[in-house]
């Protein structure tokens, strides 16, 4: 008996790695049982307390991530929103195009805007997508349902170069309703158009039409061009000089019309 | 051995397992800082108490509920704190080449011993997958353990 507890003092680290090695297998062996299962529940609930901070910060992380991910959807979805209500609004500017063709009893031929420059300022000239191929000819007048907006200056073959009605040298004869009272228009600031030598006794006042007078020989009689927004009567002037607000906004047309044979 | 910090050291590496390994989980591997804990436990006090306190804190890390196999991790432990006991003072005497090649051949082999049981199945299907899941747990704690030689080298503990 002494010379075993020898044998086990002088070789205890072995003896404790046997007996460490067959407790481990046995319980490898019987990891199913009810006993383990039930000891290792327990330890189960008092490890998962601890390990609460640890799921926070774990989940928070998550919510992070998924945070980043729902902001780049919701990018994605604006984008697909603008895109949409761009859709919407040419579908509308497209149906009010053609209803003014048949409403139209000119000889009009559609056309889309396919340049109006790079420079950061509006524009006073456009290029348009057709020309002497389909009987685009140099002044013919270019319109939009709202009103005239400028006349061709440049006919190509499939293209064309517009002169917008913003052009300082733009002119345009007009006539004021229902008074009647004539003027040429041009540019001024703006979307705003100055008529010069009205007649100082016409009856002009705010909110009154202004039409193509039919005068020119390079535009109609009877096409919208705006809306008197203000009347300027000087002392010692002859003519009055009336501010116009033309109906279109011309630095975001994009289909327009071209009368030809007018 | 009546030192209670060292048991209390050793509670707390096991709560430092158990809380922030997760946190430096790469794909499936994690590293293992209670074999580390074990290595150095073993050549400091020994192939007896490397032996006791692997299989202890083998139990402890068992009880988690992330353990697969219950008696998995005393047994690996054990086996490593036994074998790293008898590294004991044997810095003086062996080349430090010899040396530093048998804790890591120690800490491979309580790897190959662990992915063996995890990985039974794997083994009898893709030996090669194996080997490299082996390997991968092997080189994520062995990188760990590198690291620790720059703060705590084995060779200060051997009173070398």
């Known amino acids: 008996m002494r010379t075993f507890y020898l044998i086990l003092t002088k070789h205890k680290d072995i003896f404790a790695l046997i007996i460490s090695i067959v407790l481990s297998l046995i319980m490898l062996s019987n990891g199913e049982s009810d006993n383990l299962r039930l000891l290792r529940s327990k330890a189960n609930r008092i490890l998962t307390r601890i390990y609460t901070p640890i799921t926070w910060i774990r989940t928070m992380s998550l919510i992070e991530e998924e945070a980043s991910l729902l902001r780049e959807k919701n990018l994605q979805l604006s984008f697909q929103l603008e895109s949409m209500k761009h859709l919407f609004d040419e579908n509308i500017r497209l149906k009010q195009l053609l209803n003014f063709k048949r409403e139209s009893k000119l000889n009009i031929y559609p056309a889309r805007v396919s340049n109006m420059g790079a420079s950061p300022h509006l524009s006073s000239s456009l290029s348009?997508?057709?020309?002497?191929?389909?009987?685009?000819?140099?002044?013919?007048?270019?319109?939009?349902?709202?009103?005239?907006?400028?006349?061709?200056?440049?006919?190509?073959?499939?293209?064309?170069?517009?002169?917008?009605?913003?052009?300082?040298?733009?002119?345009?004869?007009?006539?004021?309703?229902?008074?009647?009272?004539?003027?040429?228009?041009?540019?001024?600031?703006?979307?705003?158009?100055?008529?010069?030598?009205?007649?100082?006794?016409?009856?002009?006042?705010?909110?009154?039409?202004?039409?193509?007078?039919?005068?020119?020989?390079?535009f109609p009689s009877d096409l919208p061009v705006g809306e008197v927004i203000k009347i300027s009567d000087e002392r010692g002037a002859f003519q009055k000089s009336v501010i116009v607000k033309i109906n279109e906004n011309i630095g975001s047309i994009m289909n327009l019309f071209v009368i030809v044979d007018n | 051995m009546k030192d209670i910090k060292i048991w209390f050291l050793l509670i707390f590496i096991f709560f430092f397992q158990y809380l922030l390994s997760d946190l430096l989980t790469i794909r499936y591997y994690r590293p293992d800082f209670i074999v580390i804990y074990i290595l150095y436990f073993g050549l400091y006090f020994g192939s007896y108490y490397g032996v006791l306190a692997g299989f202890f804190i083998g139990l402890l890390v068992d009880l988690t509920p992330m353990a697969s196999y219950f008696g998995i991790s005393p047994l690996t432990y054990s086996i490593t704190g036994y074998l790293s006991g008898h590294l004991q003072n044997k810095y003086n005497r062996l080349s430090p080449f010899i040396f530093h090649s048998i804790w890591i051949i120690i800490i491979a082999f309580h790897f190959i011993i662990f992915t063996y049981i995890k990985y039974q199945l794997l083994f009898e299907i893709d030996k090669l997958q194996f080997i490299f899941r082996w390997f991968s747990s092997f080189i994520y704690t062995l990188f760990f353990l590198l690291i620790m030689q720059y703060f705590f080298p084995i060779r200060r503990i051997q009173n070398a």
């Not at chain 1, 913003?166 to 009272?181: C, H």
């Not at chain 1, 001024?188 to 006042?205: A, P, W």
């Open chain 1, 128 to 218: 348009i997508d057709i020309g002497s191929n389909l009987g685009v000819s140099i002044n013919d007048p270019v319109m939009t349902p709202s009103g005239i907006i400028g006349k061709t200056v440049i006919v190509g073959k499939q293209e064309s170069i517009v002169q917008l009605i913003n052009d300082v040298n733009f002119r345009l004869s007009v006539r004021i309703k229902p008074s009647g009272s004539t003027g040429i228009l041009r540019w001024l600031d703006k979307d705003l158009y100055l008529i010069r030598e009205v007649q100082k006794n016409s009856n002009v006042e705010v909110g009154n039409q202004v039409i193509t007078s039919g005068f020119s020989d390079i």
